[in-house]
């Protein structure tokens, strides 16, 4: 099984609203990840999880917040967004780089689609 | 600047036709990675290639990674309306399993496959 699922696949939500989109895998992988995705352009990272702990955060706004609960969940909670956070938010999850010390393919999810009015 | 290069940017070709598309970097690559995109959804994982002169095949999907591990491609034999859509490639840019978390991308392929 090589599935990552996300939830809710569509939202839509005004600048004031507070939200959270939601990530799950069972593939037993310990490193998680957040991308944002623009039209015509490949997915940016936002944020990764190794073993439930923050480990990269590239300078992204606090109006985004991560939490990983436990080792097969990831959220992304959002609160006070612009317009030009409207884009596909994908998660991703692979087995950690420290395991076995190479690199390890990422397992998308198939996104949700934010729209901030 | 954009630290993957991938061409042709866009490709439209005829069914049962073959293609090949190329990922470039000027620095030495530590894994490299295809993936396929339908508009508006995840990213669908097809090879990951780490040895220099590696070659790995699926169904009528085959990708190589140059001997200098700077340069990869990608040929779709006999392509089919289902090949259709972004090609990207992303890879590690680091030895260092503890920083390779974090890929970089090209700005990938758009594929159209006509019946």
């Known amino acids: 099984d090589t599935e990552v699922t996300q939830t809710p696949k569509h939202l839509v939500m005004g600048m004031t609203n507070k939200k959270s989109l939601k990530c799950e895998q069972h593939m037993g992988h310990r490193a998680m990840y957040w991308y944002k995705q623009k039209a015509k352009k490949p997915p940016e990272l936002m944020f990764v999880y190794s073993y439930e702990k923050l480990s990269i955060n590239e300078s992204v706004p606090s109006r985004f917040s991560p939490e990983c609960p436990n080792s097969s969940l990831l959220n992304l909670h959002l609160h006070a967004l612009q317009p030009e956070d409207s884009a596909l938010y994908l998660c991703?999850?692979?087995?950690?780089?420290?395991?076995?010390?190479?690199?390890?393919?990422?397992?998308f999810g198939p996104g949700t689609r934010l729209t901030v009015t | 600047s954009q630290e993957l290069e991938q061409s042709p940017q866009s490709l439209i070709v005829q069914e049962g036709k073959n293609l090949t598309i190329n990922c470039t970097s000027s620095k030495t690559l530590y894994g490299l990675y295809w993936y396929k995109q339908k508009y508006g959804e995840g990213l669908i994982f097809l090879m990951m290639?780490?040895?220099g002169g590696e070659e790995k095949s699926h169904e009528k999907i085959t990708a190589k990674l140059d001997e200098k591990k700077q340069q990869s491609s990608l040929h779709i034999t006999a392509s089919q309306p289902s090949h259709a859509g972004i090609y990207l490639c992303g890879a590690a840019s680091t030895a260092n399993a503890g920083n390779n978390r974090k890929l970089i991308w090209g700005l990938g392929t758009s594929l159209a496959v006509n019946p």
């Open positions: 290639l780490q040895k």
């Open positions: 991703a999850s692979s087995q950690d780089p420290r395991r076995g010390g190479r690199s390890y393919e990422q397992y």
